[in-house]
């Protein structure tokens, strides 16, 4: 697949260190898939869908950096939607999301409320000012915060949140953010394993499940094609929340 060169229409800061992009091209994508986000000269990387025709990226490195010097008027070049997306299973879920990973889970969960699904969010951050999408997820249902200074909402991990809720009652728990609240969070539902959709964070080249950069040890899972949504039973026993490989395929 080709990139498509997409037009920056709006640049939304949501925070000092995180922007939405939107661009003058709609995906008609399943909430949970991703782009290959080329910028032009500098690399391309995973990022994704947070509104059908948006991303949202934090600045983290070279890549992000050049995405942040970029205006309205700019281009870049986008490969996808690609991967499997979240299923939308249910009648009541619930969204647990930590920093940027929030990006995927908004667009999760505002598809959610459009076909009646009852949805609440847990959402957390280091701080109150990392918070993104508030008033989003508001609109989709009930919002539990957590922070880890204690500036806004419970104090400490998103896994904080849980003990406020009844997770007997969701049919169906989803994930996206630093994988030791994501493994954290797994390990405290116990039993509930294939309830759990996860959207995993390995390192992507290719895209296509060609190069195996991403592979998951020992499954052999590609989550650039099989994922980046994987479900948790899937990942008993595999390489996740103990370490994942960087470009040279060294762990780390
Ligand atoms: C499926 C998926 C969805 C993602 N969605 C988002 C999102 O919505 N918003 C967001 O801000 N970030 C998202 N990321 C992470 C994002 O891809 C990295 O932050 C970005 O690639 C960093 O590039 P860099 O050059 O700025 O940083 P670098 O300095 O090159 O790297 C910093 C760190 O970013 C990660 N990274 C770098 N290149 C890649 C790559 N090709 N694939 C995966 N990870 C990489 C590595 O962990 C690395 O240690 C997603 C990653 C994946 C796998």
Wanted: charged share 25%; net charge neutral.
């Amino acid at each position: 697949m080709r990139p498509k060169n997409a037009e920056i229409v709006e640049i939304v800061p949501e925070t000092p260190t995180v922007r939405t992009l939107r661009f003058d091209l709609a995906f008609d994508a399943v909430p949970g898939q991703y782009l290959m986000v080329w910028v032009r000269g500098v690399d391309e990387v995973p990022m994704s869908i947070s509104y059908k025709d948006g991303i949202t990226v934090q600045l983290v490195g070279e890549a992000t950096r050049a995405i942040f010097d970029l205006e309205v008027g700019d281009g870049l070049g986008l490969r996808g939607p690609l991967g499997n997306g979240f299923s939308l299973l249910g009648d009541s879920i619930l969204l647990v999301g930590g920093g940027v990973g929030a990006a995927p889970l908004a667009f999760l969960g505002e598809a959610a409320k459009e076909r009646g699904i009852e949805v609440t969010t847990i959402l957390g951050v280091r701080c109150c000012g990392d918070l993104i999408f508030r008033e989003r997820f508001r609109r989709i249902g009930e919002l539990v915060i957590t922070t880890d200074d204690g500036s806004l909402g419970i104090c400490g991990r998103a896994s904080a949140g849980l003990s406020c809720l009844n997770l007997q009652e969701f049919h169906q728990i989803y994930l996206c953010g630093p994988e030791p609240m994501m493994a954290d969070v797994i390990g405290r539902c116990r039993g509930m394993e294939t309830k759990i959709q996860a959207s995993i964070d390995r390192y992507f080249k290719c895209g296509m499940g060609i190069c195996g950069s991403c592979s998951i040890d020992p499954s052999g899972i590609r989550p650039c094609v099989e994922g980046p949504v994987i479900r948790a039973d899937e990942l008993v026993g595999t390489e996740f929340g103990r370490y994942k490989r960087g470009p040279s395929g060294r762990k780390k």
